[in-house]
């Protein structure tokens, strides 16, 4: 079946040190997003690609960079994790806007 | 800015019955997209109904309707026969044209009782 698929499911880090997660896709949608869901919250685009066009939300913390190096994958990566960005961490795709979005299961992310 | 409110942090229904989340929201555009997903306790989430704005017939998708109120600005989801499988987080969101920015309110979390 087609699908969004995140890596890992639970992701554990120190305080400071660099973390990534992964986000792959079967669907070959040209959209891919990275939502913050912190617990019985809405989920908060942080940005999203169209195609290769990088979109990033105005409040998105400069901490926060992401990377879609092909149509299949886009990678969060999170230069020096604070206390304060431990979320679900969702990935999304759509075809295009005003489309459905399609979400992985979602990487929880802890810092120690 | 365009927001979505829902007013109904928590709701919660009967089996086999009927109940009604409600959903505002507030845009100057006038081609837009609404749409409510359900994320059940720790699982996907996935797509309820969508609702084309330039549409006036309200979407139906089996057991979900709604009632799709454009003047008033309100996207209300209704829910038939409620079955268990249906407790879950109930997101209502908005996205303007293909900008590919959709907003979230704030959900309602739907228990349903045996």
């Known amino acids: 079946d087609a699908m969004v698929i995140q890596n890992p499911r639970y992701q554990v880090t120190q305080f400071g040190k660099p973390v990534t997660l992964s986000c792959s896709q079967t669907?070959?949608?040209?959209?891919m997003y990275w939502y913050q869901q912190k617990s019985s919250q809405a989920p908060k685009l942080l940005f999203h690609?169209?195609?290769?066009?990088?979109?990033n939300e105005a409040d998105t913390p400069d901490n926060f960079q992401s990377r879609r190096p092909n149509t299949s994958f886009c990678f969060l990566d999170i230069r020096s994790p604070g206390l304060g960005d431990a979320a679900m961490y969702l990935c999304?795709?759509?075809?295009?806007?005003?489309?459905?979005?399609?979400f992985g299961d979602g990487t929880r992310l802890s810092i120690l | 800015a365009q927001t979505v409110t829902q007013s109904q942090p928590e709701m919660s229904v009967q089996e086999a019955e009927t109940v009604t989340l409600s959903c505002t929201y507030d845009?100057?555009?006038?081609?837009?997209?609404l749409f409510w997903y359900k994320q059940p306790p720790s699982r996907q989430m996935i797509l309820v109904i969508r609702?084309?704005?330039?549409?006036?017939q309200n979407a139906t998708e089996n057991r979900f309707s709604v009632n799709f109120q454009k003047a008033a600005k309100s996207f209300s989801l209704k829910i038939s026969d409620s079955q268990l499988g249906d407790a879950a987080m109930y997101f209502c969101?908005?996205?303007?044209?293909?900008?590919?920015?959709?907003?979230f309110g704030a959900g309602t979390r739907l228990t349903v009782k045996p």
């Open positions: 999304a795709t759509s075809g295009q806007g005003g489309q459905p979005q399609h």
């Open positions: 609702q084309e704005a330039y549409k006036q």
């Open positions: 690609y169209y195609d290769k066009d990088f979109n």
């Open positions: 845009t100057s555009e006038s081609d837009y997209y």
């Open positions: 969101a908005y996205e303007a044209g293909d900008n590919n920015d959709m907003r």
């Open positions: 669907l070959n949608h040209n959209v």
